[in-house]
Structure formats: C-alpha cells, structure tokens
C-alpha cells in the first residue's frame, strides 16, 4: 500500500513558477513508476509527466516540454514537479500517482494510488 500527499499548489501569475511535491509512504517508493496528471474543471483528467523507478526516463505532455521538470528523490520517497512560465491553461487539480508496471505511463490505468490532488490557479 502506497499513500501519497501533494504539495505546494497555491495562486501565482502568469510566467510565475510553482514546484510540487508528492511524499509517499512505503518503503517500496522506489520500485514504482510516478507520475502527475491535472484536471481541470469540466475536462478530463490528462497526464503531464511521468518518471521510471530508477528517474533514467522522464516523459512529457507536449504543451509542458521545455517549462515543467518532473524528478524524484528515492532516499526522501518524493517527486517534484517543477512547473515555469506558468500559463493560465495550466490551472488545474494536480494529481500524482505511483505505479507498479512501468509501462504505459502517460495512461492513467497504469497507475494503482492517488493523492488528493492541489489546485494550482495561474491569473492572467
């Protein structure tokens, strides 16, 4: 059983930045594939990024290459999500989540646990 907790949501202005953190419990933290998705209100749930267990492969959704970096630190079981030049379509609930199989990541079913989710609010 993995728990996961985000952080570090909150209200910034367009081009600010903001970095997430997911703690996760467990002491198999580091045998799971992580990754973020967002949802936004009225659409569906859409993945951002995802890193394998080891971090030697990171994957992007294309609209955030170049402006969001996710990483993992497998001795503090986290992952971060280090979001620039934040842009208005980028407000959503951010979600990460741990998953066992490692392939597939940009699909949510790859994924057995969630977080709860933190807003993210970019102000135009």
């Known amino acids: 059983q993995v728990q996961l907790i985000e952080s570090g949501g909150g209200l910034v202005q367009t081009g600010g930045s903001l970095r997430l953190s997911c703690a996760a419990s467990?002491?198999?933290?580091?045998?799971?594939?992580m990754g973020w998705f967002r949802q936004a209100p009225g659409k569906e749930r859409e993945f951002v990024a995802a890193i394998t267990w080891s971090g030697g492969n990171t994957y992007y959704l294309d609209s955030v290459k170049g402006r969001f970096t996710i990483s993992r630190d497998n001795a503090k079981n986290t992952v971060y999500l280090q979001m620039n030049t934040l842009k208005p379509e980028d407000t959503a609930v951010y979600y990460c989540a741990a998953g066992s199989g490692g392939y597939y990541l940009r699909r949510p079913h790859a994924y057995e646990y969630w977080g709860q989710g933190t807003q993210v609010t970019v102000s135009s």
């Open positions: 467990g002491r198999t933290f580091s045998t799971y594939a």
